[in-house]
């Protein structure tokens, strides 16, 4: 354990703290607006310190404990369209993460982690955010490693991009790196799902497996406003017909054994995946319980940091923070 001590914003179901407590971080707390995704947190983890709130409205002033951290992390509800970036009308989530920005202020963190979408580190559409935070962090100490990830080279079988912003204060920031890929080869939907599939029973969970042998595409949450839930746009809907997946709702239980699996029959001879094999495909360990009913269970799945990448970010933060000897981790 390195003894590094986090706190997080906008933690909805838990992926990127989760990575992070695996990497050897120690929350100090965390915060979501979301009832549910505040169950999740606690009934997962009890023994953190959940606070069920705004970050437009959180005061660290009223929080120490959430002071004078080694990280300020923060996987924030993705920006709708990079088009609108800057926009008098920007949208509430580019206003959180200008919000998280200013956060720094108060807390003063060695290290910040802020991830969103892949255009966040290198789309023209964001310069003007990025400009922000080196106008608001840069005269503080700290330097900027903006790049993407993609979930996929972590053992994620999931086609999943992520644009990351690491800043950390002048006197680590050059020994920072970010994480290198640890899966050799893609893992696929079919090695993941294969056993839950088969778990009522199903017989043909073999062939279907086969021709599931690919990456997910990238799981999509959705918002409290839609309906149902579904796997997402309709290339994402397109590109799970090709592994014989019903990609236009989720499931309430896996195949019985009575199940016919003939994709040309059309989308009801598909399979469809339920919201705990989301889970699997987002890296969520199986003991990890996600509170709600099905769409709201999707929903924070969909928009949770896949776990594993949480862990490999986590260990390159805590790389460069415990470098230097003579200056012992906060707290």
């Known amino acids: 354990m390195s003894g590094l001590t986090f706190v997080d914003v906008c933690s909805g179901a838990g992926g990127l703290a989760l990575g992070l407590e695996q990497a050897g971080f120690e929350p100090r707390l965390l915060l979501d607006d979301d009832e549910l995704a505040v169950s999740t947190l606690r009934a997962n983890r009890p023994h953190w310190n959940v606070l069920h709130a705004d970050l437009m409205d959180f005061d660290p002033a009223e ?9 300020l992390s923060a ?14 009308d920007s949208r509430a989530e580019e206003q959180l993460l200008k919000a998280t920005v200013y956060l ?3 807390i003063r963190p060695r290290a910040v982690l802020i991830e969103n979408v892949p255009g966040l580190a290198n789309s023209d559409a964001y310069q003007q955010f990025r400009d922000f935070a080196r106008a608001e962090l840069a005269h503080l100490g700290y330097e900027f490693s903006w790049f993407v990830v993609n979930a996929v080279d972590f053992g994620v079988p999931q086609n999943r991009k992520q644009g990351v912003l690491v800043a950390i204060e002048r006197q680590w920031a050059a020994t ?38 690919r990456p997910a ?15 997402g746009p309709t290339g994402a809907k397109n590109t799970w017909a090709t592994m014989g997946v019903n ?10 054994a009575g199940f016919v699996w003939d994709p040309e029959l059309g989308r009801e001879h598909m399979v469809k995946i339920t919201a705990g094999q989301a889970a699997l495909l987002q890296g969520f360990p199986t003991t990890w319980e996600i509170i709600g009913r099905k769409t709201a269970r999707y929903r924070q799945i969909g928009h949770a940091t896949p776990p594993p990448v949480g862990k490999a970010l986590g260990r390159a933060v805590a790389a460069a923070l415990i470098l230097d000897p003579e200056s012992p981790p906060a707290g």
């Open 247 to 256: 990609g236009h709702t989720v499931a309430d239980e896996v195949p019985d």
């Open 63 to 71: 929080h120490p404990v959430s002071l004078d951290v080694d990280l």
């Open 217 to 231: 595409p990238t799981l999509v949450g959705g918002s409290k406003n839609r309906g149902g839930a579904d796997l």
């Open 176 to 213: 920072f790196r970010p994480p290198s890929p640890t899966a050799r080869q893609p893992t696929t939907v079919g090695d993941v799902l294969g056993p839950s599939m088969a778990s009522r029973g199903w017989q043909d969970v073999g062939r279907w497996a086969a021709q599931a042998d």
């Open 104 to 106: 720094v202020h108060a």
């Open 75 to 88: 996987g924030l509800p993705r920006v709708k369209s990079s088009a609108t970036v800057g926009r008098a």
